[in-house]
């Protein structure tokens, strides 16, 4: 062999070594995303088959503008040995869990309300002891963790949590959503992992969505939960419509204005959201609402008032129209693959085509990376449109969800006077690192407007709706194909009108009032303002005044009388939460202990909240047999797939969202250079 041909051996094994090093790298980078598996082990590390059977089933309340809701969950241990179990599930992110009750048999034990990490301590305490006890934390507003210690062998224990939540109000309907899966959410590798958001899923291309799949083809490794509801609706009013979007109802006209909803097949597959409309009768459209009460503890006595205003439509009507900057972000990572992603592709066509000549327009596309249609905004010109229709087309999902990298490409803090300019951000939302991101958009948010698109059928609607807020925009949530048009028609009306800015709350003596949430997000053609008051000493009316397009816009509004209760004061507590949380690091707000007031604020109202927890002991004697059969592993119930998801099995090693697509090409690539290198040396070994 002369020395040049060693020489190029040489070359190609050092090359291949170096490949070799990448693939390890980045094998070490992706090891954060492989582990976290919902996988059952005993202390030994054995993996062991599930012990736990869960049952769910919701009774609601509504009355007025609030549903109550008594969440039920049953844990059956199937196991010959006494095990923990552990449950990841999602409330609506505007509830106010305010209530927790452990059965085991004929005994009920009612919870209490703790700081967070004293909860835990006595939690762990009981666990260890033997004694049966049942924490419920917050992981975010609309997911929580259920924790039951030492379910004996064959024994059953249940609880029931109980929460409340503001009806939404939108287009003369009215509407609630109950979230029935966790969908798996990414998350980025600046943020610490957290098993409990991952729900057990990988992302494969080619696995049929789950409605499409029947009960005998079912694959054998996923969970199926089911949940049955019952729901009392008292409208006060006659409806014209009631329907359920995704599942099929039966109603029963009780009295006038009085409902009974349950589920036609009476329970359903807990693998997509609940959602619930109905609407008055022409002639009944709703177009303000006030509801009091007092709040009475201790010898305090404070009044509380819930206020839900329509403005008329001519509010926001202007003959003058400014030319617009519509920027279209489309979320393209692996969640969104399948349904959701053809949802999104409809959308954007309709938004397309409703784009004015005076128009400029860009589409972004985002996963793990961030690319553009164009490098800026272009003219809404026949030319630009088929481009960019064509750009729609060829969209394809795969990757992560980078989503802070696409705020940081749409969102530069401009100040803009001479034009309007639109974001349109359509995502399902699966991200586990919200906060960061909220704190981003009302730092670079400028003079842009944010609108929000939830896609598919359990998006993260905290995270979308808490976007909106901050970014002065609206929400819409998009759920299935048949509801494109309607929901993109809306959306794209508001996008045309001015919004009411400024909004604020005084008494009948112009002083400030202690409302929430604050500040009051900009109101858009067809929704309502819906804000929860602590009402001032003697107060009699609330002045609703904010700038609309024809000058100051201004709603008196009168008291009603008050009556005692403690639903509306917990409304306004969550609302309160809600808003220091979100804007706990802006620069107002960065010198107060946001988590000392909202400790406070939770354990005064006795609702759940980042910084407490509900915690439940069986204070009885623990017999011998309960010792023997103290619990030695937790068992974590695993949630469904999402309707429509093509996600694979926790037993399938598949490229996870983040892409670890690379590790393989760096593979491919050395073993192509490491064969040609040994086909080289073979033919001068030769010569």
């Given at each position: 062999?002369?020395?040049?041909?060693?020489?190029?051996?040489?070359?190609?094994?050092?090359?291949?070594?170096?490949?070799?090093?990448?693939?390890?790298?980045?094998?070490?980078?992706?090891?954060?995303?492989?582990?976290?598996?919902?996988?059952?082990?005993?202390?030994?590390?054995?993996?062991?088959?599930?012990?736990?059977?869960?049952?769910?089933?919701?009774?609601?309340?509504?009355?007025?503008?609030?549903?109550?809701?008594?969440?039920?969950?049953?844990?059956?241990?199937?196991?010959?040995?006494?095990?923990?179990?552990?449950?990841?599930?999602?409330?609506?992110?505007?509830?106010?869990?305010?209530?927790?009750?452990?059965?085991i048999g004929e005994r009920t034990i009612?919870?209490?309300?703790?700081?967070?990490?004293?909860?835990?301590?006595?939690?762990?305490?009981?666990?260890?002891?033997?004694?049966?006890?049942?924490?419920?934390?917050?992981?975010?507003?609309?997911?929580?963790?259920?924790?039951?210690?030492?379910?004996?062998?064959?024994?059953?224990?249940?609880?029931?949590?109980?929460?409340?939540?503001?009806?939404?109000?939108?287009?003369?309907?009215?509407?609630?959503?109950?979230?029935?899966?966790?969908?798996?959410?990414?998350?980025?590798?600046?943020?610490?992992?957290?098993?409990?958001?991952t729900s057990g899923w990988l992302f494969?291309?080619?696995?049929?969505?789950?409605?499409?799949?029947?009960?005998?083809?079912?694959?054998?490794?996923?969970?199926?939960?089911?949940?049955?509801?019952?729901?009392?609706?008292?409208?006060?009013?006659?409806?014209?419509?009631?329907?359920?979007?995704?599942?099929?109802?039966?109603?029963?006209?009780?009295?006038?204005?009085?409902?009974?909803?349950?589920?036609?097949?009476?329970?359903?597959?807990?693998?997509?959201?609940?959602?619930?409309?109905?609407?008055?009768?022409?002639?009944?459209?709703?177009?303000?609402?006030?509801?009091?009460?007092?709040?009475?503890?201790?010898?305090?006595?404070?009044?509380?008032?819930?206020?839900?205003?329509?403005?008329?439509?001519?509010?926001?009507?202007?003959?003058?129209?400014?030319?617009?900057?519509?920027?279209?972000?489309?979320?393209?990572?692996?969640?969104?693959?399948?349904?959701?992603?053809?949802?999104?592709?409809?959308?954007?066509?309709?938004?397309?085509?409703?784009?004015?000549?005076?128009?400029?327009?860009?589409?972004?596309?985002?996963?793990?990376?961030?690319?553009?249609?164009?490098?800026?905004?272009?003219?809404?010109?026949?030319?630009?449109?088929?481009?960019?229709?064509?750009?729609?087309?060829?969209?394809?999902?795969?990757?992560?969800?980078?989503?802070?990298?696409?705020?940081?490409?749409?969102?530069?803090?401009?100040?803009?006077?001479?034009?309007?300019?639109?974001?349109?951000?359509?995502?399902?939302?699966?991200?586990?690192?919200?906060?960061?991101?909220?704190?981003?958009?009302?730092?670079?948010?400028?003079?842009?407007?944010?609108?929000?698109?939830?896609?598919?059928?359990?998006?993260?609607?905290?995270?979308?709706?808490?976007?909106?807020?901050?970014?002065?925009?609206?929400?819409?949530?998009?759920?299935?194909?048949?509801?494109?048009?309607?929901?993109?028609?809306?959306?794209?009306?508001?996008?045309?009108n001015p919004a009411l800015k400024g909004?604020?709350?005084?008494?009948?003596?112009?002083?400030?009032?202690?409302?929430?949430?604050?500040?009051?997000?900009?109101?858009?053609?067809?929704?309502?303002?819906?804000?929860?008051?602590?009402?001032?000493?003697?107060?009699?009316?609330?002045?609703?005044?904010?700038?609309?397009?024809?000058?100051?816009?201004?709603?008196?509004?009168?008291?009603?009388?008050?009556?005692?209760?403690?639903?509306?004061?917990?409304?306004?507590?969550?609302?309160?939460?809600?808003?220091?949380?979100?804007?706990?690091?802006?620069?107002?707000?960065?010198?107060?202990?946001?988590?000392?007031?909202?400790?406070?604020?939770?354990?005064?109202?006795?609702?759940?909240?980042?910084?407490?927890?509900?915690?439940?002991?069986?204070?009885?004697?623990?017999?011998?047999?309960?010792?023997?059969?103290?619990?030695?592993?937790?068992?974590?119930?695993?949630?469904?797939?999402?309707?429509?998801?093509?996600?694979?099995?926790?037993?399938?090693?598949?490229?996870?969202?983040?892409?670890?697509?690379?590790?393989?090409?760096?593979?491919?690539?050395?073993?192509?250079?490491?064969?040609?290198?040994?086909?080289?040396?073979?033919?001068?070994?030769?010569?």
């Open positions: 062999m002369t020395l040049a041909k060693a020489l190029s051996f040489t070359i190609l094994c050092k090359t291949s070594l170096f490949l070799l090093t990448l693939i390890l790298t980045q094998s070490a980078n992706a090891s954060d995303f492989e582990q976290p598996r919902l996988e059952l082990n005993d202390l030994n590390g054995k993996k062991v088959n599930s012990a736990i059977l869960l049952s769910s089933h919701a009774n609601m309340k509504i009355s007025g503008l609030i549903n109550q809701v008594d969440v039920i969950q049953t844990f059956k241990n199937e196991h010959y040995e006494g095990v923990n179990a552990r449950y990841v599930f999602p409330l609506p992110d505007e509830s106010a869990v305010y209530k927790l009750e452990m059965k009612l919870g209490e309300i703790k700081e967070k990490q004293t909860a835990k301590k006595i939690y762990k305490q009981a666990q260890k002891q033997g004694k049966k006890a049942s924490l419920i934390t917050q992981k975010r507003a609309n997911v929580f963790v259920s924790q039951i210690a030492n379910i004996s062998p064959g024994e059953q224990i249940t609880i029931k949590i109980s929460y409340q939540q503001v009806l939404s109000y939108k287009n003369n309907e009215f509407f609630l959503r109950f979230p029935l899966v966790v969908a798996p959410r990414y998350q980025a590798k600046t943020m610490q992992f957290d098993s409990d958001l494969q291309e080619n696995l049929k969505p789950i409605a499409d799949i029947t009960s005998d083809n079912l694959l054998n490794n996923e969970p199926i939960n089911k949940i049955s509801l019952n729901i009392a609706l008292d409208a006060g009013f006659v409806l014209a419509d009631i329907k359920s979007p995704y599942h099929q109802i039966d109603v029963e006209n009780q009295d006038i204005g009085k409902y009974k909803i349950t589920l036609a097949a009476h329970k359903t597959l807990a693998n997509r959201d609940f959602i619930l409309r109905w609407q008055p009768e022409q002639g009944n459209e709703i177009q303000a609402a006030i509801f009091t009460e007092q709040f009475k503890k201790g010898d305090n006595i404070d009044k509380y008032a819930l206020v839900m205003l329509m403005p008329p439509a001519s509010e926001f009507q202007s003959q003058k129209k400014l030319p617009r900057e519509l920027i279209f972000v489309v979320d393209t990572s692996g969640s969104m693959h399948g349904r959701s992603m053809e949802q999104a592709k409809q959308a954007l066509f309709l938004a397309l085509a409703d784009l004015r000549p005076e128009d400029s327009f860009n589409i972004v596309e985002f996963n793990s990376n961030v690319s553009a249609l164009s490098e800026h905004a272009i003219p809404a010109t026949d030319f630009n449109l088929r481009h960019a229709k064509k750009y729609v087309y060829n969209l394809d999902a795969d990757g992560g969800t980078e989503i802070a990298k696409a705020f940081k490409r749409v969102l530069q803090g401009e100040t803009q006077t001479n034009y309007l300019r639109q974001v349109i951000f359509m995502t399902d939302g699966s991200i586990g690192n919200e906060q960061q991101v909220f704190e981003q958009i009302n730092n670079t948010l400028g003079t842009n407007r944010l609108f929000t698109v939830g896609i598919g059928s359990a998006p993260n609607t905290h995270f979308m709706r808490r976007a909106a807020d901050i970014g002065r925009g609206s929400f819409t949530f998009i759920g299935s194909n048949t509801e494109i048009r309607h929901k993109m028609q809306l959306l794209l009306k508001q996008l045309k909004l604020r709350l005084e008494d009948d003596s112009a002083q400030t009032m202690d409302f929430w949430p604050r500040p009051i997000p900009d109101l858009y053609f067809s929704e309502p303002l819906m804000v929860a008051v602590k009402l001032n000493q003697d107060q009699k009316e609330i002045n609703v005044i904010g700038q609309s397009v024809n000058g100051e816009f201004k709603v008196k509004l009168t008291t009603t009388k008050m009556k005692e209760g403690d639903s509306i004061s917990r409304v306004w507590a969550r609302q309160k939460i809600k808003s220091l949380l979100l804007y706990k690091n802006s620069h107002e707000k960065r010198d107060q202990n946001t988590q000392q007031q909202v400790l406070d604020l939770a354990l005064k109202h006795h609702i759940l909240s980042p910084y407490t927890a509900f915690i439940a002991i069986d204070s009885g004697p623990i017999s011998e047999k309960e010792i023997a059969n103290k619990a030695k592993e937790t068992y974590k119930v695993e949630g469904m797939r999402p309707a429509g998801w093509t996600m694979a099995s926790k037993n399938i090693t598949l490229p996870q969202t983040d892409g670890q697509s690379r590790i393989k090409i760096l593979f491919g690539l050395m073993v192509i250079l490491l064969f040609g290198a040994y086909f080289k040396y073979q033919v001068h070994e030769k010569k």
